[in-house]
């Protein structure tokens, strides 16, 4: 699993912008992906996951409503549609991959700490 991550850039409040994480590796079964950022000074925080093999999704409350996370099994890829994009947004976006089951880590797919993979990050900017 090799993953890319793309698409971040400097918007205003209100605007939209499209992330995606492109694996150049192989996919797996049991497998899932989730969006984690981090903003100056602060710890690594959780976004969105999505189950690869059904498209389950879980989000964190600070974007629920505003941002989608999908995924591309033809292009092998994870996209977050992010909407309404605020100030606080702010942050490097990572991707991250994680080998298992969803159903056996539904309970910590929000942590970072259980992903095997991470893409580079990109960085997204919303001004006020």
């Known amino acids: 699993v090799q993953l890319q991550a793309s698409g971040g850039g400097l918007v205003q409040a209100g605007n939209s912008l499209r992330l995606s994480c492109a694996n150049s590796?192989?996919?797996?079964?049991?497998?899932?992906m989730g969006w984690f950022r981090q903003s100056p000074g602060k710890e690594r925080t959780f976004v969105a996951a999505?189950?690869?093999?059904?498209?389950?999704?879980i989000y964190a409350d600070s974007v629920k409503g505003r941002f989608t996370i999908s995924r591309d099994n033809a292009k092998n890829s994870v996209d977050l549609q992010m909407n309404n994009l605020k100030p606080e947004d702010t942050a490097v976006y990572y991707c991250?991959?994680?080998?298992?089951?969803?159903?056996?880590?539904?309970?910590?797919?929000?942590?970072?700490?259980?992903?095997?993979?991470w893409g580079q990050g990109t960085l997204v900017t919303v001004s006020s």
């Open positions: 991250a991959g994680k080998i298992g089951s969803w159903k056996i880590y539904s309970t910590e797919v929000s942590q970072a700490k259980i992903y095997n993979y």
């Open positions: 999505i189950n690869w093999s059904d498209g389950s999704t």
């Open positions: 590796g192989r996919t797996f079964s049991n497998y899932f």
